[in-house]
């Protein structure tokens, strides 16, 4: 009987032992079931970010897409103004030329009508002085 006693006694201290072995057990259950809750917590935080990170490079690159088309664009209007200006430089080459050859034209015949204004001034005033003198010549003859 005594030996019943002592292994019930012993029974119960372990039983006792393992009661409270289960205790910590299950409280050490619950901390990490409340570790694992705020990892997936962090987890979830995480993973938000990352995905307000791609969509942030997503638009970022979309932008960086449109300014190199819009630089491309503005490239070849620089380049087809560029090409105009060249054309209007080269026109204009040409018309002042054509301006300087009129000029120079104009200048040339200018002395020509001088000369022939001069030669027939001339020939008036010799015509003038040989009617004078055709008149003098009358007088003392009348």
Known sequence: KKEIEN???????????????????????????KNIKEAQG??????????????????AERQRSDLARE????????????????AQIELNKKREAE???LRKDIEETNIQHESILSN????HQDAIQEMTEQIDQLQKMK
Not at 72 to 84: N, S, V
């Open 71 to 86: 630089i491309e664009q503005l490239g070849e209007r620089l380049d087809e103004a560029g090409g105009a200006t060249h």
């Open 99 to 101: 301006v300087a050859k």
């Open 7 to 33: 292994a019930i006694g012993r029974k119960e201290k372990d039983i006792g032992g393992l009661a409270s072995k289960l205790d910590d057990e299950q409280s050490l259950v619950a901390k990490m079931q």
């Open 120 to 123: 027939l001034k001339r020939k």
């Open 42 to 59: 962090r987890v979830e935080e995480l993973e938000e970010e990352l995905e307000a990170e791609r969509q942030a490079r997503a638009k």
